[in-house]
Structures are given as structure tokens and as C-alpha cells.
């Protein structure tokens, strides 16, 4: 049996997303049924417990993420509140998965002010664990830089399903890695994690902090998100998936990671298309090689080959189609193809 970077057996992810309620008992339930570890649901605009709810009315096993909330777009009483509710709408089986985003998004987007976003992001996490374990009993005052309350008159009563609700922290480059590693109970790899990024440059930094931090690796769950375009057609795959890396390209916090990658040039074209709000104007700026480095292109066995490396370092993968600007249709043959991945 193939195992993972601790020795166990290989699990894999799902995605949920706001949709009608019967499409979403319907792929929860069939997820579970294929044997699936958890299915996340992503934060975009709207809050990411909503699609885990339904899928949890549908479930009886499988584990419920969100993969992720952004810590700024809400309060961490909020945030805390949401974890509690929809640990208790599963049965103990919820994982809240946090994140910083970007600027554009934290303040452009949900109108959060300015931020650091690591001492936000540590910051968020003692407050919600304050939360979660004493919200029924009795709760002291939070008093953090970004993060003030007195909790007065706050009297919650019923008992939580778990006192303790694992956190799991995305990442993208070192810092927020080594705060996963030594805050919280597992790291998110971003899509964006390239293979070499994730065996080179981020497994080291795991291990590092593991050891500075005294911790054991089994103490957390490192999960991978890699982006994967299952096609034998591969100028269809590299067409499809162009217009995913332009968008992360075009982020402006993000161009030190691309350049990292050796495509700086190429992240500031792509810059220019996503601050007209056109990314997909900027597909062009993309070359082949620069797909091939951040998306797994090819047949089934070529895609897994690519794939394989990122088990020395992963417990779990959350395998994705680069959807963006994908249709309906195509969508549905890259989530096909990837169920071969499973098997």
C-alpha cells in the first residue's frame, strides 16, 4: 500500500461550493462513499460554513474544513461561533482551516482595515481557541492589538461538542508556514505550491520549525493542494489551465513567490491585467513552462509521476482543477479525470 510522509495510508480531499443543497448532499454523500478523508470549502466572497452545513446534513463520516475562512473578513467571536455551530451540525467532525489572503482582498474586498497579517493571523487563533473552550463556562477578557472584548454578557450554556476544534493554517511562503507549524494543528499548502517549492524550499522550513518548536511531526497535518489538469491532450491542459496561473500571477503581494520561481517578468505583465480587473487579458503572458512549473499536466500516469514527490512531505492532498475561466463542461471532465488520481 502507497503511504504518506508519516508511514500511513494516503488521503485525499474533496472541494464543496455553494450550490443548490441537492447537488451538494449528492457530492458530499458520494465523497464519502469513495472513501474520501474530508471535503473543504473555499471562502471567495461568502462565508465557507454554509456549503460545509448542508454537506454535513448529508455525511455521517467524512470531515467537514474550511479551506479557507479569511481571518480578517470576519470577528473571531464570529469565526469562533461559526466553528462551534458547525462542529455541532457534524457531530465533531469540523476542522477550521484560517488564512491572511492578501490586502486587496482584506481591505479591498471586505473593508477590513490595514493589517499585519501574521500577528493578525496568530492573534485570531488564541482568541478563537479562547472561545471555543470556554464560551460555556466562562470568558475572560481577549485583549490582542487587532482584537478587543470583554465578553460581559456573554452566556452561551450548552456545552460543545469538543472543547478543542483543530485549526489548520494555509500558507504560501516561509513565515506563514513556520507559523503553522508552530501554532496550529496542521498547514495548508497553497495551490500555488509548485512541487519543487513544496519538497525544496517548504519541507525543510516544516521540519525546522517542528524541531524549534518541540513538537513531533505527527503533532500536525500537512495537507497539499496541488492544481492538476488531467488531459492526454496537453495543449488543451496548458490552454485550460493558463488562465489560473495568470490570475495568481497577476496578485500583486505574490510577485517575490513568482519571482522565486524565476518568472518575475512574467507576474508583473500579468499584474497589469488583474488591476483593470481583466486577468484574462494577461493570459498570453504566461508561457508554457510557467503552466508546466505550478500545474500537473499530462495523462493520468504522468500527472501522478509529477504528483508522487509531494507524498515525502504531504499526509493528505486536496487535488484541483485550475478552474478559473474553465466551463461548466470542462470542469466536470478535469474533476472526472482526477477521480482516476484516486484509484
Avoid at 492526454?232 to 503581494?253: C, H, S
Avoid at 519571482?259 to 486577468?279: I, L, M, P, T
Amino acid at each position: 500500500m502507497a503511504t504518506n510522509a508519516v508511514g500511513e495510508p494516503r488521503r485525499f480531499w474533496g472541494i464543496v461550493a455553494a450550490m443548490d443543497a441537492s447537488i451538494i448532499s449528492m457530492l458530499a454523500n458520494q465523497s464519502e462513499e469513495q472513501g474520501m478523508e474530508g471535503l473543504f470549502a473555499a471562502q471567495v466572497y461568502g462565508p465557507p460554513f454554509i456549503p460545509l452545513a448542508a454537506a454535513a446534513t448529508a455525511t455521517q463520516r467524512i470531515k467537514l474544513a474550511t479551506g479557507i475562512a479569511i481571518a480578517a473578513a470576519r470577528s473571531p467571536t464570529e469565526t469562533a461561533m461559526a466553528a462551534l455551530d458547525m462542529d455541532r451540525v457534524s457531530s465533531g467532525r469540523f476542522i477550521l482551516g484560517l488564512g491572511s489572503s492578501v490586502s486587496a482582498w482584506t481591505s479591498g474586498v471586505f473593508g477590513a482595515p490595514h493589517i499585519k497579517p501574521l500577528t493578525h493571523l496568530r492573534e485570531t487563533v488564541a482568541a478563537v481557541r479562547h472561545i471555543v473552550a470556554n464560551a460555556h463556562t466562562h470568558l475572560e477578557p481577549f485583549h490582542g492589538e487587532y482584537f478587543s472584548a470583554d465578553f460581559a454578557e456573554i452566556s452561551r450554556g450548552e456545552p460543545p461538542v469538543r472543547e478543542v476544534i483543530p485549526i489548520w493554517i494555509a500558507a504560501l511562503r516561509e513565515k506563514l508556514t513556520r507559523l503553522a507549524v508552530e501554532i496550529g494543528d496542521g498547514v495548508i499548502g497553497h495551490p500555488m505550491w509548485s512541487v519543487e517549492w513544496t519538497t525544496e524550499e517548504m519541507a525543510p522550513v516544516i521540519l525546522d520549525q517542528l524541531e524549534k518548536s518541540g513538537r513531533d511531526r505527527k503533532d500536525i497535518e500537512v495537507n497539499i493542494w496541488p492544481w492538476v489538469a488531467v488531459n492526454p491532450n496537453e495543449k488543451e491542459a496548458l490552454d485550460d489551465a493558463r488562465p489560473t496561473v495568470a490570475f495568481y500571477a497577476g496578485i500583486k503581494q505574490y510577485e517575490s513567490f513568482f519571482e522565486a520561481h524565476g518568472f518575475k517578468k512574467e507576474a508583473q505583465a500579468c499584474q497589469k491585467g488583474v488591476q483593470r480587473a481583466d486577468f484574462m487579458s494577461v493570459v498570453d503572458e504566461v508561457p508554457d513552462e510557467m503552466v508546466r512549473c505550478f500545474v500537473a499536466i499530462g495523462d493520468v500516469d504522468k500527472v501522478r509521476e509529477r504528483l508522487e514527490p509531494i507524498w515525502g512531505v504531504a499526509d493528505s492532498m486536496c487535488i484541483v482543477p485550475p478552474i478559473y475561466s474553465m466551463t461548466p463542461e470542462k470542469q466536470m471532465y478535469y474533476a472526472g479525470q482526477i477521480g482516476q488520481l484516486l484509484e
